[in-house]
């Protein structure tokens, strides 16, 4: 089945500096969406993207929605504690409506 | 506050014994969903429901089953449990016309 790759699996920085993760697949999607997990909680999201090269931000967060339409991208900037978490893209597989699939998940940890 | 109820939050079973995970949201969201999340992974759909009296196979359903009698209700059922159910569970709901998900905030099973 499709598979959403993401990387790094794990990040471990400094409050304040800026974070970079990617998600890739092999196949194409039509709609990427990037969801956030507190500790013991159910994921919540964060930005939807639904157009090739789509730039869309939400506070500190930004997310690009790949020109390839394979790949999907989210920066924080200016990291801060309550960032903890994982983040997962996720998308809706071969072109279904009905459903997502989601990535492995990059999990960040922010030192104080 | 509206949301995705889930029931139990905790559950210890043993190898064989049988269980329904309660799933209820009071957003009249047609959609709704059950995935869940081994340890360090990502979130695999389990079953979904496109509304009353409609469900369909995720990615991993042996050894579950769903129904959908109400909009409100999507109870999930494990028969003969097996230490590889051992999983936190996530119910999850939307809208048509969008991907934004709302979780519930989850059920720890525990197959000893």
């Known amino acids: 089945g499709q598979q959403l790759n993401q990387s790094p699996q794990s990040m471990f920085i400094q409050e304040g500096e800026d974070v970079s993760m990617n998600c890739t697949s092999s196949s194409i999607f039509n709609t990427w969406l990037w969801y956030k997990q507190d500790p013991g909680e159910g994921p919540v999201l964060l930005i939807a993207?639904?157009?090739?090269?789509e730039l869309t931000s939400n506070g500190r967060l930004t997310a690009q929605f790949g020109i390839t339409r394979k790949d999907s991208f989210l920066n924080i900037s200016a990291s801060i504690p309550s960032d903890v978490g994982i983040y997962f893209c996720?998308?809706?597989?071969?072109?279904?409506?009905?459903?997502?699939?989601f990535g492995t998940g990059t999990l960040l940890a922010v030192q104080p | 506050n509206a949301g995705v109820t889930q029931t139990p939050k905790f559950r210890i079973l043993k190898i064989g014994q049988s269980m329904t995970l309660q799933c209820a949201q009071d957003?009249?969201?047609?959609?709704m969903y059950w995935y869940r999340q081994d340890p360090g992974m990502g979130l695999k759909l389990i079953y979904y429901s496109v509304g009353a009296g409609i469900t369909d196979k995720g990615e991993v359903p042996n050894g579950y089953n769903v129904s959908r009698s109400t909009t409100e209700d999507f109870p999930l059922r494990l028969e003969l449990a097996a230490p590889s159910q051992t999983s936190v569970y996530f119910c999850?709901?939307?809208?048509?016309?969008?991907?934004?998900?709302?979780f519930g905030s989850g059920t720890r099973l525990t197959v000893v």
């Open positions: 957003m009249n969201h047609n959609y």
């Open positions: 999850a709901s939307r809208p048509s016309g969008n991907y934004g998900y709302t």
């Open positions: 996720a998308g809706p597989p071969g072109g279904a409506t009905n459903k997502l699939i």
């Open positions: 993207l639904y157009k090739a090269g």
